[in-house]
């Protein structure tokens, strides 16, 4: 079983939609979780950062359950622009390794 | 600019040589990741290093890769008897410290295709 999994897609999402999608991870020690955006042939870019309490960013929203070990990122009110590969982050520990899922791919549609 | 320099953007080489891909961090970041994506797949993680501690190599897909961080600054990931499936892109990220909330800042990436 992979460290970080995530559904790889693609989402097809009609523009102004909501759209939610999670990533599971398997170390239930991980103390930091990210989730990144990386558009096609192009490097990963920081989103948004997940909190224990859940966090929300404009139209951006992350969870995060420790108890089955997810996090989700939902999308509200969808652009175009939204479309591109999301990427789940996690980290064990301070000093080690960030490990990243397969990535999330949603495609925003007019 | 102030982001994470790679060189050579993208580079073609025929099996069986040796190639150095370069990479230059944000000015003060102690952490220095490599990772390389192949075409279609997620980020897999190579070697990171944390200020003058010995690196993690773990990620390391066989011994014909390695790197070196010089000074603390600068980087270099070298593949020697390069294989075709090392075909892929080659990214680098820095980050202030290895801590739950720095994030990490990545370069343009080095494309690296074997003939």
């Known amino acids: 079983r992979k460290e970080v999994e995530q559904d790889p897609g693609p989402f097809n999402v009609p523009e102004g939609a909501t759209v939610a999608f999670n990533c599971t991870y398997s170390?239930?020690?991980?103390?930091?979780f990210f989730w990144y955006r990386q558009d096609c042939r192009k490097e990963p870019k920081l989103l948004m950062s997940?909190?224990?309490s859940g966090n929300e960013d404009g139209r951006f929203t992350a969870q995060l359950n420790r108890a089955s070990q997810y996090i989700s990122l939902l999308i509200r009110d969808s652009k175009l622009s939204d479309s591109a590969t999301y990427l789940c982050?996690?980290?064990?520990?301070?000093?080690?390794?960030?490990?990243f899922g397969g990535g999330t791919r949603v495609l925003v549609k007019p | 600019g102030a982001g994470v320099s790679q060189s050579p953007s993208n580079k073609v080489t025929e099996k069986g040589k040796d190639v150095e891909l370069r990479c230059d961090p944000i000015?003060?970041?102690?952490?220095l990741y490599w990772y390389r994506q192949s075409l279609g797949q997620g980020l897999e993680f190579l070697i990171y290093?944390?200020?003058?501690?010995?690196?993690?190599k773990s990620g390391l897909p066989s011994d014909r890769f390695s790197a070196e961080r010089t000074g603390g600054s600068v980087s270099t990931l070298t593949i020697q008897r390069t294989q075709q499936e090392d075909s892929a892109v080659y990214l680098c990220?820095?980050?202030?410290?290895?801590?739950?909330?720095?994030?990490?800042?990545f370069g343009d990436g080095t494309r690296l295709s074997i003939l």
């Open positions: 982050v996690v980290i064990k520990a301070a000093g080690n390794k960030l490990t």
């Open positions: 990220a820095s980050s202030l410290v290895i801590a739950g909330d720095q994030p990490q800042h």
């Open positions: 997940v909190y224990s």
């Open positions: 170390n239930s020690a991980s103390q930091s």
């Open positions: 290093f944390q200020g003058n501690s010995a690196p993690d």
């Open positions: 000015s003060g970041h102690t952490a």
